[in-house]
């Protein structure tokens, strides 16, 4: 079946714009997760959402972070006024369930100039 | 608090010879842990994972893993590698205790090189 999909697989943007990064997750999965991966740095946790209940948003790295899924499906991370920092690749995962392996998708590259 | 040390950067193995990537992990309750693949310009890819149970563990493409509750280890074994096994390996752990978030945290990665 199809596995999770995110879009645009690369963004290019200037200091200071703001970016969305869709992710559409495996069908029936309820559980989304959203991460960043950084040159040698490994994967950090951004946010997790988990059916109706409210987000864990504790791996968020500003409040030019934010994140929604609507509809228990697709999910849209959002950063506001980006700084070059944000670079990064961008990972969207999701499983059938809270806690069960997750599949990520292909990531979208972000790069800041 | 949980954590994930994958010490080596980089592993080189000769096709044909056994590997090993090396994991060790910290959290407070029961360790819940995963290995995931990373080929160039790809997501990560599911290869196996520990709740309970038998302490090797078989995954995807000949992989295997062993879990060590004493030394707070799982490492990624291979009996034979194979050039295309060459990619970027993590570990991950999560609290399976219920008191923690479902978020993982994942090691630094290590870099599998195999040599024809």
């Known amino acids: 079946g199809a596995g999770v999909s995110q879009s645009p697989s690369n963004k290019v943007t200037e200091k200071g714009k703001d970016v969305e990064l869709r992710c559409d997750p495996i069908?029936?999965?309820?559980?989304l997760y959203w991460y960043r991966q950084s040159l040698g740095q490994g994967l950090e946790f951004l946010i997790y959402?988990?059916?109706?209940?409210?987000?864990?948003k504790s791996g968020l790295p500003s409040d030019r972070f934010s994140a929604e899924r609507t509809g228990g499906s697709v999910s849209t991370l959002t950063i506001q006024r980006t700084q070059q920092e944000d670079s990064a690749v961008y990972l969207c995962?999701?499983?059938?369930?809270?806690?069960?392996?997750?599949?990520f998708g292909p990531g979208t590259r972000l790069t800041v100039t | 608090a949980q954590s994930v040390a994958q010490p080596e950067d980089q592993v080189n193995v000769a096709e044909g010879n056994p590997l090993t990537v090396k994991c060790t992990y910290s959290v407070s309750g029961n360790p819940y842990l995963f290995w995931y693949v990373q080929y160039p310009n790809r997501g990560l890819q599911f290869l196996l994972k520990?709740?309970?149970?038998?302490?090797l563990v078989k995954g995807s493409y000949g992989f295997e893993a062993e879990f060590n509750k004493s030394q707070t280890s799982f490492h990624l074994k291979k009996p034979s590698a194979l050039v295309s096994d060459s990619a970027l390996y993590f570990c991950?752990?999560?609290?399976?205790?219920?008191?923690?978030?479902?978020?993982?945290?994942f090691g630094k990665g290590t870099k599998l090189s195999v040599i024809p």
């Open positions: 991950a752990v999560r609290d399976g205790s219920g008191a923690g978030s479902y978020q993982l945290t």
């Open positions: 520990y709740i309970t149970g038998d302490n």
């Open positions: 995962a999701s499983s059938l369930v809270q806690g069960n392996e997750q599949y």
């Open positions: 959402f988990q059916g109706n209940s409210a987000p864990d």
């Open positions: 069908s029936g999965h309820t559980a």
